[in-house]
């Protein structure tokens, strides 16, 4: 982001100038401009992190009892659902950096109760930081461990 606030500084910079020369112009117009940048910029980020992702066909998962300590590892494949110790987990989508297969997977992922189909848990989860969107359910716990490529 250092690249993004170095360039938001300078255009800041400039629509100061020109309202300083330029009674027209307000913090309006100079609010509008850095969200311009900002929006650009991001769009930009957005496009190239799209464009370095591949997707899988299928996750390997992690499973946890959190009573007893057991795991259960399971490789799901993109629209499957099975059955990880008492939940239901449906993956959606498996993506890794196309540049690194092995490296760093994200999973899109439905869990949810076998008895009544109460969903648990939908969203995405990293790989390397399962916390930062996590599973919350009081016995078990699923966690995305890597993307299959065919």
């Known amino acids: 982001m250092t690249h993004l606030a170095a360039r938001l500084r300078t255009v800041r910079s400039a629509l100061l100038w020109g309202c300083a020369v330029c009674?027209?112009?307000?913090?309006t117009a100079m609010d509008a401009a850095a969200q311009a940048v900002i929006t650009q910029e991001l769009s930009e980020q957005d496009q190239a992190a799209q464009e370095q992702a591949a997707s899988g066909s299928a996750a390997v998962l992690r499973g946890l009892d959190k009573?007893?300590?057991?795991?259960?590892?399971?490789e799901i494949p993109v629209g499957g659902s099975a059955e990880i110790l008492g939940l239901i987990v449906t993956l959606g989508e498996c993506r890794y950096p196309a540049d690194n297969p092995t490296g760093d997977a994200y999973?899109?992922?439905?869990?949810?109760?076998?008895?009544?189909?109460?969903?648990?848990?939908e969203g995405w989860m990293?790989?390397?930081?399962p916390a930062l969107n996590a599973l919350d359910h009081?016995?078990?716990?699923?966690?995305?461990i890597r993307c299959k490529s065919e």
């Open 23 to 27: 009674a027209g112009f307000g913090l």
């Open 126 to 129: 990293i790989a390397s930081s």
């Open 138 to 144: 009081n016995r078990y716990d699923v966690w995305v």
């Open 67 to 74: 009573v007893n300590g057991r795991t259960v590892d399971a």
């Open 107 to 121: 999973a899109f992922l439905t869990v949810r109760s076998p008895a009544n189909g109460e969903v648990f848990f």
